[in-house]
């Protein structure tokens, strides 16, 4: 299903707040210890940030390629998937939000990231996530799940913490 939250990010008191992020990777980086937000911001902002790639126990989120293109146009044409929203049936419209999603990907700096959330095991495409900027202090969440993977509330939960981690973090 499809899930939306404003995020308004509190700032912290003290920057160096130290939070835990074991387990989470934040670019192609392994962080495992807790570390100050402040060291973690950084890190991801020494990098090229042109890249999401968020590492996870069961999941990786991603920047979409063209090789996802196929799994994404399936998922946004299911029968059950359309009940949700109001537009045709046609591919139309999923290939334009696909080819924006790609075209965000080019954007310096990012104001919108929207990612794939991939399956580590099998490397399938289980639906999308992103971060879009709304004003100065606020962005938007949201994540949908394939309706072949309604249900998986763990996952999509998963993904959500990922996503506002490195939202604050970036």
Same mark, same amino acid.
């Given at each position: 299903?499809?899930?939306?939250?404003?995020?308004?990010?509190?700032?912290?008191?003290?920057?160096?707040?130290?939070?835990?992020?074991?387990?989470?990777?934040?670019?192609?980086?392994?962080?495992?210890?807790?570390?100050?937000?402040?060291?973690?911001?950084?890190?991801?902002?020494?990098?090229?940030?042109?890249?999401?790639?968020?590492?996870?126990?069961?999941?990786?989120?991603?920047?979409?390629?063209?090789?996802?293109? *196929?799994?994404?146009? +399936?998922?946004?044409? #299911?029968?059950?998937? !359309?009940? =949700?929203?109001?537009?045709?049936?046609?591919? %139309? @419209?999923?290939?334009?939000?696909?080819?924006?999603?790609?075209?965000?990907?080019?954007?310096?700096?990012?104001?919108?990231?929207?990612?794939?959330?991939?399956?580590?095991?099998?490397?399938?495409?289980?639906?999308? *996530?992103?971060?879009? +900027?709304?004003?100065? #202090?606020?962005?938007? !969440?949201? =994540?949908?799940?394939?309706?072949?993977?309604? %249900? @998986?509330?763990?996952?999509?939960?998963?993904?959500?913490?990922?996503?506002?981690?490195?939202?604050?973090?970036?």
């Amino acid at each position: 299903a499809h899930c939306r939250l404003s995020i308004r990010p509190r700032r912290p008191a003290d920057p160096n707040k130290l939070e835990p992020i074991s387990g989470h990777s934040f670019g192609r980086s392994r962080y495992d210890v807790e570390r100050p937000i402040a060291a973690i911001r950084r890190d991801i902002l020494s990098r090229n940030m042109s890249e999401v790639f968020i590492k996870l126990e069961r999941i990786t989120l991603r920047d979409f390629e063209e090789s996802d293109r *196929a799994a994404f146009l +399936k998922y946004q044409t #299911d029968p059950r998937y !359309l009940r =949700l929203y109001d537009y045709n049936s046609g591919i %139309g @419209r999923p290939n334009e939000l696909f080819d924006q999603f790609l075209q965000w990907q080019s954007e310096d700096p990012r104001q919108n990231i929207q990612i794939g959330i991939i399956e580590r095991a099998s490397g399938r495409l289980l639906g999308c *996530a992103g971060l879009r +900027k709304a004003d100065d #202090d606020v962005a938007v !969440l949201g =994540l949908e799940l394939a309706p072949a993977e309604w %249900g @998986r509330f763990r996952l999509a939960l998963e993904a959500s913490v990922a996503l506002v981690r490195y939202g604050f973090a970036t």
